[in-house]
T-cell receptor, first 110, second 116 residues
Framework: GQNIDQPTEMTATEGAIVQINCTYQ??????LFWYQQHAGEAPTFLSY????GLEEKGRFSSFLSRSKGYSYLLLKELQMKDSASYLC???????????FGTGTQLKVEL | DSGVTQTPKHLITATGQRVTLRCSPR?????VYWYQQSLDQGLQFLIQ???????AKGNILERFSAQQFPDLHSELNLSSLELGDSALYFC???????????????FGEGSWLTVV
């Protein structure tokens, strides 16, 4: 089976940088996704990593190390609207199964 | 707008009843995933279909079933409903499983089910 760990909660200041970590143990790895989810809304795609390294997309960057079973999401220039749950998800089984971690609730404060 | 359409958006029904949730994937997407998210809980993977065939199954109860039709839309059937089945049910779609970077899984807005 899959085991995905993320911190439950994090708090950061507007304008700052925050790093949300995700560790996983799985077999048949096909990639790792990060999603943002506001309460009661659909998860919104942020990033996808399948190779080791850093993927940058505007204020958001995601890093993957397959050998360590580790990923992080980096959010820069934090805004109040970034307050949300951030979900790490691992794609396995030839892409047939996407398993989510329990999510990290990020609170951005003034 | 992700391009994934789910109906109904909201549904209230009584215990013991049966409901059907419908999902239309993005145009061209062959894979459909179903998830359950209870209040303050994470996304629980239920089942995945690819081009009409079941490919992966998660923690889906025997009272629940799903199928994907030739036109690629999918339905999730929930029967003998219990209070604990009250949740937000999401459908997601992707073009094809397990291919190189650039693939994305898009989620619909979800169907809110309340069992009373």
């Amino acid at each position: 089976g899959q085991n995905i760990d993320q911190p439950t909660e994090m708090t950061a200041t507007e304008g700052a940088i925050v790093q949300i970590n995700c560790t996983y143990q799985t077999s048949g790895f096909n990639g790792l996704f990060w999603y943002q989810q506001h309460a009661g809304e659909a998860p919104t795609f942020l990033s996808y990593n399948v190779l080791d390294g850093l993927e940058e997309k505007g204020r958001f960057s995601s890093f993957l190390s397959r050998s360590k079973g580790y990923s992080y999401l980096l959010l820069k220039e934090l805004q109040m609207k970034d307050s949300a749950s951030y979900l790490c998800a691992v794609w396995t089984g030839g892409g047939n199964k996407l398993t989510f971690g329990t999510g990290t609730q990020l609170k951005v404060e003034l | 707008d992700s391009g994934v359409t789910q109906t109904p958006k909201h549904l209230i029904t009584a215990t013991g009843q049966r409901v059907t949730l419908r999902c239309s994937p993005r145009s061209g997407d062959l894979s459909v995933y179903w998830y359950q998210q209870s209040l303050d809980q994470g996304l629980q993977f239920l089942i995945q279909y690819y081009n009409g065939e079941e490919r992966a199954k998660g923690n889906i109860l025997e009272r629940f079933s799903a199928q994907q039709f030739p036109d690629l839309h999918s339905e999730l059937n929930l029967s003998s409903l219990e209070l604990g089945d009250s949740a937000l049910y999401f459908c997601a779609s992707s073009p094809r499983p397990g291919t190189a970077s650039g693939n994305t899984i898009y989620f619909g807005e979800g169907s809110w089910l309340t069992v009373v």
